[in-house]
Nanobody
Framework: VQLQASGGGLAQAGGSLRLSCAAS????????MGWFRQAPGKEREFLAA????????VYADSVKGRFTISRDNAKNMVYLQMNSLKPEDTAVYCC?????????????????WGQGTLVTVSS
C-alpha cells in the first residue's frame, strides 16, 4: 500500500482544514487507517484511526470532538476533517495503514506510512 497525504496549509485558530490521504493497492479496504502528527522536537502522536468498514473510529483525547476521520473505500481515500484548530495543532500530519485490528494508537503497529503534509495554525 502506498499512501500520500495532502490538504495541509495555513489556517487561523478556530478555523478548519480537511486532510486527504490517497492510497494505492487493491487491498486498501482491508486495512485499518490512521492519522498521526509530529511537531518539531516532539514524538509522533496518534490522532485517529478507522476500521476497514468505517464502522469503528478511535480518537486521541487531544482531538476528540474536533477532528473526524472517515474513509471512502471506493475511491481509496481517507480523510481527516479538522475543526476548531489551535496553534498547538501545528505539525506535519501523515496517514498510515496496518492490516490488523490490534493496537490502533500504537505507531509501531502501522506498516505503511505516507509522506506528511504540513499544517500551520496561527493565533
Amino acid at each position: 500500500v502506498q499512501l500520500q497525504a495532502s490538504g495541509g496549509g495555513l489556517a487561523q485558530a478556530g478555523g478548519s482544514l480537511r486532510l486527504s490521504c490517497a492510497a494505492s493497492g487493491r487491498t486498501f479496504r482491508s486495512y485499518v487507517m490512521g492519522w498521526f502528527r509530529q511537531a518539531p522536537g516532539k514524538e509522533r502522536e496518534f490522532l485517529a484511526a478507522i476500521s476497514w468498514s468505517g464502522g469503528t473510529t478511535v480518537y486521541a483525547d487531544s482531538v476528540k470532538g474536533r477532528f473526524t476521520i472517515s474513509r471512502d473505500n471506493a475511491k481509496n481515500m481517507v480523510y481527516l476533517q479538522m475543526n476548531s484548530l489551535k496553534p498547538e495543532d501545528t505539525a506535519v500530519y501523515c496517514c498510515a495503514a496496518k492490516p490488523d485490528v490490534s493496537g490502533w494508537s500504537n505507531r509501531y503497529k502501522y506498516d505503511y506510512w505516507g509522506q506528511g503534509t504540513l499544517v500551520t495554525v496561527s493565533s
